[in-house]
Each structure stands twice: as structure tokens, then as C-alpha cells.
């Protein structure tokens, strides 16, 4: 079930939320909190059923083992604690390496050692990148000691819950555990009510309107690298830039919408994006850029390498490493592993001009030159990222230094324009968080962080401050309206999000 379908936009979001609502004035917190599960089964199931049971079976695995974890620990010596963890992140592991690279790992056997092994054509699970992670960091913290204590609903609600279920954010336990415990938990409140219709319109918005009207741009240049043709210079531009602003609106879209759709059931999720072509390096980029996943790449696989804790030269190694494999969690494919190689080159590279001992000149354009040159660098890597294997990946980075034909002098008057426009909103305009800052609209984001976070455009302490900041009042209403109407007049056709195919 797609967020931006009508069943979801004109049934299952409404109605839910009606009953739970309903169900937790007449019957309390608890049943509110299992109606939620049901209807996040359903959400699921409603793809192919066939793979509830793998769900369902790993989620109850792996608070089981979470428990026994949890008990062990405390013995002398931490007694199973270790082997059982272990234990546990590896039988994750083996279910998304199942479902996810046996075909790969069949595929690279028999062009390397040419052997003749049969393909599997093995049905992806939907979700099951992002929910084989949020498991992954559940164990490892049960063996840290850093659950807090919780029942067994209230673990399912954390694993399960619809909006962040298919896509992410993939949410951390602590931002769970400590919103279930609530008293008012769950409760109808007109204003979770507002705000969360705004942030999932807003990334509505961002889907229908933005993302899939770019990608007809983008869509048919790779298409056509993909069937061996030729890229020429300006369709090769057009179409490396298209996909970098289609997978932002895409991804951010969605995650707007997981972060809107929660908070109408008053749950907030964590930031996944944060303006991340505003980035003055690549480090700060990571920063920004599916925040949840760095946090996650960071926390349990980077710092478990051992981090920067065993010199530069281990240091450099170990992000790399990190980069590599956060690259082939987005799909078993060279392309990606590539992708996120480049990725941990371009942080090796960062760290060490860093420790260069030069003066560091911060002027607003040697800002603007970091910006564009991040940007830059980001959109040439997102070519492996979407290129369909590495020779349409070479036609359009063949294109893209090739000579263009002064007959296109015109053409690149107009792509100029086009890029401008498009800089300048993800430059200038403020993002969701920005705007709703005032009340707080995700769980790490606060009108203490928009203090410290401040526009490019020198608005602040101004009568602008009035049209960049949310409030609920009639203009406010009248324009989440009118984003709601042209996108919902926009859904003629129902695209996937990007993010689904990992």
C-alpha cells in the first residue's frame, strides 16, 4: 500500500486513525496500541501476505533473544550475553542476505569462477533492509544494557508501525519506548492532528508534484544508457541533475509523510533528511542524507570497526569499509557498492584536507564554492546509484565530458535556468522542520535547533520570519490546501517511491 495511493490517502489513514482514536477513549492505551499493530500487519500484508509470516517470526526472534540477552547479562561474566547477540544480528544477517544477494552472490560466482548455478529469482520482502537494521540495533543494545524495559506490544508497535515500516526513518528504540508510556498516548489532539496533515502533505507534495514530474526528465537518459545508445553532452547533464533532485523530492517526500502520518497518532519520528544539498562537505552531506541510516552505519558498524580510536590510517580504512557496505545495503549490484566506495573516498578525502595545518578561509563564497563543489560531487556518484549496470553508469559519464554541439547553445541557456530554479529551492527555501520548528514536528527537532540552524537568505528577525515559520492560522490553512489539491489532482498515475526497490 502506497502513501500517495487512495486507498491510503482516501481509507486506510483515515480510517485508522478514526478507530484508534475511538478505540483508545472507549477501551484505553493498551488496545489502542494493539489496534495499531493489527493495522500495521494489514498495511504490510496488503502488498503480498505471503511475507507476514517473516515479519512476524523475526520480530518475535528477535525479542526473544532480546530478553534472553537481557537476562544473561546480568550474570557473572555477562554470562550468554555475547554469543547470544551474536547469534542474533547473524540470523538477521542470513535472512537479508537470503532474500537479498543469493541471486548476486549466484550471479558474481559464475562470471568470476565461471561456474553455471542456476539463479533463484528470490522475491524481495518488502522492508526488509530497513527492519533487519532497526532489529540489528535492538540486540546490540540489549547486550550494551541501553533497553529500557517494555512489554511485548509495545515492542511490536516499535518494529511494526506502519509509517515507518516499509521506507524508515529507521527508528531507534529509545524513540519509541519513552512515546508509548505516555499518558495522553495515542489520544485524539487537534493539534498532532494539524501539524501531522501538514509535514504529510508537504511531503506529498514533494512526491507527486516535484519528484515524479522531474522524472520525466531523468527516467528516459538512463533509459536510454541502459539499451547501449549513445548519451550526448546536455542529455547526460539533464538527466545526472534530474535524478539528483528526483531522489531527494522522492525520499524526502516519504519520509515527510512517515514523520506526518505518526504524528497524527502523537508519535514523533526522527529527521531523515535536513537540506542535504546545503551540505559544505561530504561529511557534512552524511550528516544530513538519511539521517537515520548514517546514524546507524556510524553507531553499529563504523564505531564497531573500531572507529578513529586506532589511528588515521585504521580510521580511513574503517570509513571506507563502512561506505563500501552501506552502498550494497541499498541493493545487490556493483553499482551500489561503487557508489558507496566513492562515498568513502570522498570522506577519506575530507578528513585529510581537515588535518592539513592551512588557514581555513569562511567567507559567504567560499561558502557557496563548498556548496556547489559538495553538490557536485554528490550528483556525479549518484550516476552509479542509478545507472542500471556500470557500462550505462560509463555512457553517462561519457556524456557528461563530451563536446557539445554549438547548435545547443540555446538548450543551454534554458538548462541554466532550470538549474537555478531548482538550487534555488533547496538552497533558499526552508525545509519542514524549518517551517514547523515552533512545535516541534519531529523527535529531534526543536525551535532550540532553528535557532542554531539559520536560513542562507539573511531573513531572520525580520516580517519575513512571519511566512517561514508555522502557525495555525487561516494562510497557514489555505496553503496546506492548496499543496493538498495539486497533489492530489497530480495522482493520475501512482509511482512507486524510490526507496521501495531496497
Not at 526472534?61 to 554470562?79: D, H, S, T, V
Not at 502520518?261 to 561529511?283: E, T
Not at 570509513?319 to 557496505?325: D, G, N, P, S
Amino acid at each position: 500500500m502506497l502513501f500517495n495511493s487512495p486507498v491510503f490517502l482516501f481509507g486506510f489513514l483515515p480510517l485508522t486513525a478514526l478507530l484508534c482514536f475511538v478505540i483508545r477513549a472507549r477501551l484505553g492505551r493498551e488496545a489502542s496500541l494493539g489496534f495499531l499493530v493489527l493495522a500495521s500487519l494489514l498495511f504490510y500484508g496488503w502488498w503480498n501476505p505471503v511475507y507476514l509470516p517473516l515479519l512476524i517470526g523475526l520480530a518475535v526472534f528477535n525479542f526473544l533473544m532480546a530478553q534472553a540477552i537481557l537476562a544473561e547479562r546480568l550474570k557473572l561474566r555477562g554470562g550468554w550475553a555475547t554469543p547470544l547477540t551474536a547469534f542474533g544480528v547473524t540470523v538477521d544477517l542470513a535472512s537479508l542476505g537470503y532474500f537479498k544477494y543469493t541471486d548476486f552472490l549466484i550471479g558474481t560466482s559464475n562470471a568470476v569462477l565461471e561456474t553455471d548455478l542456476p539463479l533463484q529469482h528470490i522475491v524481495l520482502p518488502l522492508a526488509i533492509s530497513f527492519f533487519t537494521f532497526q532489529k540489528i540495533a535492538y540486540l546490540v543494545d540489549a547486550r550494551r544494557g541501553d533497553v529500557e524495559p517494555h512489554s511485548f506490544l509495545e515492542y511490536c508497535f516499535f518494529v511494526m508501525f506502519f509509517p515507518q515500516l516499509i521506507a524508515g526513518p529507521i527508528v531507534h528504540h529509545k524513540e519509541i519506548f519513552s512515546q508509548t508510556k505516555l499518558q495522553r498516548g495515542f489520544s485524539f489532539d487537534r493539534m498532532n492532528l494539524m501539524i501531522g496533515l501538514t509535514i504529510f502533505f508537504a511531503g506529498l507534495f514533494k512526491k507527486v508534484v516535484l519528484a515524479d514530474n522531474v522524472a520525466l526528465v531523468a527516467t528516459p537518459v538512463f533509459a536510454h544508457a541502459a539499451s547501449g545508445a549513445e548519451i550526448g553532452f546536455f542529455d547526460a547533464w539533464e538527466g545526472m541533475l534530474a535524478y539528483t533532485f528526483q531522489l531527494y523530492f522522492d525520499f524526502s517526500g516519504y519520509s515527510d509523510m512517515a514523520i506526518g502520518a505518526a504524528r497524527i497518532f502523537g508519535v514523533k519520528l526522527p529527521l531523515n533528511f535536513h537540506s542535504p544539498y546545503q551540505a559544505l562537505n561530504i561529511s557534512d552531506f552524511w550528516r544530513r542524507w538519511h539521517m537515520t541510516l548514517s546514524r546507524f552505519l556510524r553507531d553499529y558498524l563504523y564505531i564497531s570497526l573500531g572507529g578513529n580510536r586506532r589511528g588515521k590510517l585504521r580510521r580511513y580504512m574503517n570509513l571506507f569499509i563502512t561506505m563500501a557496505l552501506g552502498g550494497l545495503w541499498h541493493g545487490p549490484a556493483w553499482t551500489f557498492m561503487l557508489w558507496g566506495a566513492a562515498h568513502g573516498l570522498m570522506l577519506i578525502v575530507n578528513h585529510g584536507w581537515n588535518a592539513l595545518p592551512i588557514r581555513r578561509i569562511n567567507t559567504w563564497w567560499s561558502r557557496g564554492v563548498a556548496r556547489t563543489l559538495t553538490f557536485l560531487f554528490v550528483a556525479l556518484a549518484w550516476v552509479l546509484f542509478r545507472a542500471a549496470d556500470l557500462e550505462a553508469a560509463a555512457a553517462i559519464y561519457r556524456g557528461l565530458v563530451a563536446v557539445p554541439s554549438f547548435s545547443d547553445a540555446g538548450r543551454l541557456i534554458d538548462d541554466m535556468g532550470w538549474l537555478l530554479f531548482w538550487m534555488g529551492i533547496l538552497w533558499f527555501w526552508p525545509n519542514t522542520q524549518q517551517w514547523l520548528a515552533m512545535v516541534r514536528p519531529a523527535f529531534n527537532y526543536k525551535w532550540a535547533d532553528r535557532r542554531r540552524d539559520q536560513l542562507l537568505l539573511p531573513v531572520d528577525h525580520t516580517r519575513f520570519m512571519r511566512f517561514v515559520l508555522w502557525r495555525p492560522s487561516k494562510p497557514v490553512a489555505i496553503a496546506v490546501g492548496i499543496a493538498a489539491a495539486a497533489s492530489l489532482l497530480s495522482l493520475q498515475r501512482v509511482s512507486e517511491f524510490l526507496y521501495f526497490q531496497f
